[in-house]
């Protein structure tokens, strides 16, 4: 079903396409391999658009798909099993209190499924997790309804590629003037343009990848503060998550599917290392605050991280907010940082 829906943050309106229920991420990875191919053939063989990408090659720059996706009245009376496995996961107490690291892996399927969008003209496969961004508006518990909608916006050039972020909402079912978690996930299509020379051009995000920053940096030039934590984190790391994230990308599964896509092991989620900081703040961070990360090098498993949680000042919040910061003590390697700021009513 069609209806006139949100607006992207440009203000842009947007079409609203209801799908029955939550999508399973098994299903999208499957249809996201395959999309993925079609763009990749497209763009080796443009003269044979069969194959290649849903936009036609000389259509003109990519465009993102001017639809929000919306699942309402979903319930989560069902959940109180699979939020204590997360919350036991990732160091949070165990409560009816869905955290905001939760709630991502709520909505991350919807998201995940307008990226597998046929008229979505980036791949899935490949693409690089560079940042999220998330307001927590208040408590979700379990057995409230809730309304989740996804969609993409600002496409934009980054000197290696373009960006684009995948927005989440969660939104009280029923009724709200505003969703009570929003979250914005950024990532990098590496060797894309925007058109006429667009990425790498004037005004491009010409800031090195994090990764790229904290492997090339000479030593001594990012000095690590003083941990407050260290995570000493297994190998089945990204398969745990994975089961309750429902996130199975090969390269958090298991060191030789991780080598075929160029890492030596296999790789954390950049999510479950976000969430376990956001976890190492606690219950200080109150109900409601803004959640930021950037992530840095990947964190091979199983491995070692020293985390350093610090209070800070914010101006014009109700309280001190928190910085957080994870790094390879051994190499001197950032893997990500990020902060926890209180907001108002």
């Known amino acids: 079903m069609t209806a006139t829906g949100p607006t992207t943050s440009a203000g842009d309106p947007l079409g609203v396409e209801t799908l029955p229920s939550l999508p399973g991420l098994g299903g999208l990875y499957a249809r996201g391999a395959a999309s993925s191919g079609r763009i990749a053939a497209g763009r080796a063989l443009p003269n044979l658009p069969v194959i290649g990408q849903a936009r036609e090659p000389d259509d003109g720059p990519p465009v993102l798909p001017g639809v929000a996706y919306r699942v309402t009245g979903v319930e989560t009376g069902g959940l109180a099993t699979h939020l204590r496995d997360y919350q036991r996961l990732l160091h949070e107490p165990v409560s009816d209190v869905m955290p905001a690291g939760y709630l991502h892996v709520l909505a991350f399927p919807l998201a995940t499924a307008v990226m597998v969008r046929g008229d979505f003209p980036l791949p899935l496969l490949g693409m690089v997790h560079l940042a999220n961004e998330v307001e927590h508006r208040g408590p ?195 893997h990500f940082e990020g902060g926890v700021v209180p907001l108002g009513p």
């Open 140 to 334: 979700v518990r379990v057995g409230d309804r809730l309304d989740v909608r996804a969609w993409a916006e600002n496409l934009r050039p980054h000197r290696r590629g373009v960006q684009v972020d995948l927005v989440a909402e969660v939104w009280p079912d029923g009724g709200a003037d505003r969703p009570v978690w929003r979250g914005i996930s950024t990532y990098l299509a590496r060797g894309f343009d925007l058109g006429d020379g667009a990425a790498g051009a004037a005004g491009a995000d010409d800031r090195p990848e994090r990764s790229e920053r904290s492997e090339r940096a000479p030593a001594g030039t990012w000095t690590p503060p003083l941990p407050t934590g260290r995570w000493a984190l297994g190998p089945g790391t990204g398969r745990a998550y994975g089961a309750v994230s429902g996130d199975r990308n090969p390269i958090h599964m298991s060191a030789l599917a991780a080598k075929a896509f160029g890492f030596p092991r296999a790789i954390a989620h950049g999510m479950y290392v976000a969430a376990r900081a956001l976890a190492d703040v606690g219950t200080a961070r109150g109900d409601a605050y803004r959640w930021t990360v950037e992530f840095g090098g990947p964190v091979l498993l199983p491995g070692t991280v020293d985390v350093a949680v610090t209070p800070v000042a914010e101006p014009g919040t109700p309280a001190a907010g928190f910085r957080y910061v994870g790094w390879n003590a051994r190499h001197g390697r950032l």
